[in-house]
């Protein structure tokens, strides 16, 4: 089975340009998790997917980040403008269902915002 | 609100030694507890985990017991290798809010 696919992996920008990261989750995985770590810090949930609709993004910084999905399988989210704090990994996760505990995560989108 | 603690790191051993990382959580339901594992330039993978209290989860030799009477969750193995080195987060999930909190990470370097 193949896991939780991100792309790039690496990406290095400066500060007020945009950005986007993709994700494809395990195939059949309904919901989809956007992270974010940054350096030194466990991840914390950006946005939350059930299918293609949004359930959770009270984290997200809406001003600049946005995310969609669909089609409900695959993934982009978007830093429009980045500033310097947007420097993290950007974790891309996936699930069976909303209720189901156990998440699989991709290798995640390194970011430099200089 | 709900909030996951580990021990700061790093945490270096040497091989045969044994580990435990320290985790405490707060949370106000009847949260089910994980450790997942961050090898270099990967993502995080399930390490163990455990539902309810005083369940013991346990994969690759590290265990780790949910302890509702202390708010814990610590992570033990009785040897750790050269291939443990990686980072470890404690991390709860509710069914309340489906999240999961993380905790901060603690680095384990083990020697040869």
């Known amino acids: 089975e193949a896991g939780v696919a991100q792309s790039p992996r690496y990406k290095i920008i400066e500060k007020r340009q945009s950005v986007a990261f993709w994700c494809n989750p395990i195939?059949?995985?309904?919901?989809l998790y956007w992270y974010q770590q940054i350096l030194g810090q466990g991840p914390k949930l950006l946005i939350q997917?059930?299918?293609?609709?949004?359930?959770?993004d009270s984290q997200l910084p809406k001003d600049r980040f946005s995310a969609e999905r669909l089609k409900g399988v695959d993934s982009t989210l978007k830093i429009q403008p980045a500033k310097l704090e947007d420097s993290a990994v950007y974790l891309c996760?996936?699930?069976?269902?909303?209720?189901?505990?156990?998440?699989?995560f991709g290798p995640g989108t390194r970011l430099l915002v200089l | 609100g709900d909030s996951v603690t580990q021990m700061e790191g790093p945490v270096t051993l040497s091989e045969e030694a044994f580990l435990t990382i320290n985790c405490t959580y707060t949370?106000?339901?009847?949260?089910?507890l994980f450790w997942y594992v961050q090898y270099p330039g990967e993502g995080l993978q399930l390490l163990l985990k455990?539902?309810?209290?005083?369940d013991k989860g346990s994969n690759k030799g590290f265990e780790a017991t949910y302890r509702k009477e202390t708010t814990s969750f610590h992570l033990e193995k009785g040897s750790v290798q050269v291939s443990d080195s990686a980072v470890y987060f404690c991390?709860?999930?509710?069914?309340?809010?489906?999240?999961?909190?993380f905790g901060t990470g603690t680095r384990l370097k083990v020697l040869a």
């Open positions: 996760a996936s699930s069976t269902s909303r209720g189901q505990e156990t998440q699989y």
């Open positions: 195939s059949g995985h309904a919901t």
């Open positions: 997917f059930q299918n293609n609709g949004v359930v959770d």
């Open positions: 949370a106000t339901g009847y949260p089910s």
């Open positions: 455990a539902t309810k209290a005083d």
């Open positions: 991390a709860l999930f509710t069914s309340g809010t489906y999240k999961y909190i």
